[in-house]
């Protein structure tokens, strides 16, 4: 059963910070690991899509990285600001199938001005 | 814009009521999802179906139940509200997870006095 576990927990910066959010999970025959941000109340938007056959993906500031054989994923957050404070996920499809995403149970960051 | 509709956004009712949670969707997706999340807490997978007439449990046992009679609605029934089902429900669809295709909508934060 895949199981998916984001360190830490919680995480406050400067704003201004370069930072490192980290996910790691058991099943390594992943099709694709996605991230996800939740701002508080809402629902999930999704931010990267990493395929298995990739190591990585950028979208201006953030960027995400995948280590299959090692079971983890990073996502780095360049020059951190304010707006980004939010709790953010990151899912894997569960084991043997491609129709449901395990989530970890995210980190909550904080950015302060 | 969403692309993925829940109703209502909040919801605060009496314990013993019967209540419906709406969720629509407008990109023909198959699969579609609930999400039961408490506040700060991770996400749990409820509910799910993989198309018309297909409704399966989740992880986490819930006594609501659902139905999925056409393809772009998904509604979720509480036949008696308790305080125990005061919670965030979020409702997600997609085509296939391997390509990304997962959207959550809003959520409903549900109240039971």
């Known amino acids: 059963k895949q199981e998916v576990t984001q360190i830490p927990a919680a995480l406050s910066v400067p704003e201004g910070e370069n930072l490192v959010l980290n996910c790691s999970f058991t099943?390594?025959?992943?099709?694709?690991l996605q991230w996800f941000r939740q701002d508080p109340g809402k629902g999930l938007t999704s931010l990267l899509l990493i395929q298995s056959s990739q190591r990585e993906q950028t979208s201006g500031r953030l960027n995400a990285s995948l280590d299959k054989s090692s079971g983890r994923s990073t996502l780095y957050i360049a020059a951190s600001q304010p707006g980004d404070s939010a709790t953010y996920l990151c899912a894997a499809p569960l084991s043997g199938s491609a129709r449901q995403l395990t989530f970890g149970s995210g980190t909550q960051l904080t950015v302060l001005p | 814009e969403a692309d993925i509709y829940q109703t209502p956004r909040y919801l605060v009712i009496g314990t013993g009521k019967k209540i419906t949670l709406e969720c629509s969707q407008t990109m023909g997706h198959d699969k579609m999802y609930w999400y039961q999340q408490d506040p700060g807490m991770e996400l749990h997978l409820i509910h799910y179906s993989y198309g018309v007439n297909s409704t399966e449990k989740g992880d986490l046992s819930s006594e609501s139940t659902v139905s999925r009679i056409r393809t772009e609605h998904f509604p979720l029934t509480l036949e008696s509200a308790r305080p125990s089902h005061t919670s965030q429900y979020l409702c997600?669809?997609?085509?296939?997870?391997?390509?990304?295709?997962?959207?959550f909508g809003s959520g409903t934060r549900l109240t039971v006095v």
């Open positions: 099943d390594s025959a992943i099709y694709n």
């Open positions: 997600a669809s997609s085509i296939w997870a391997a390509e990304g295709s997962y959207t």
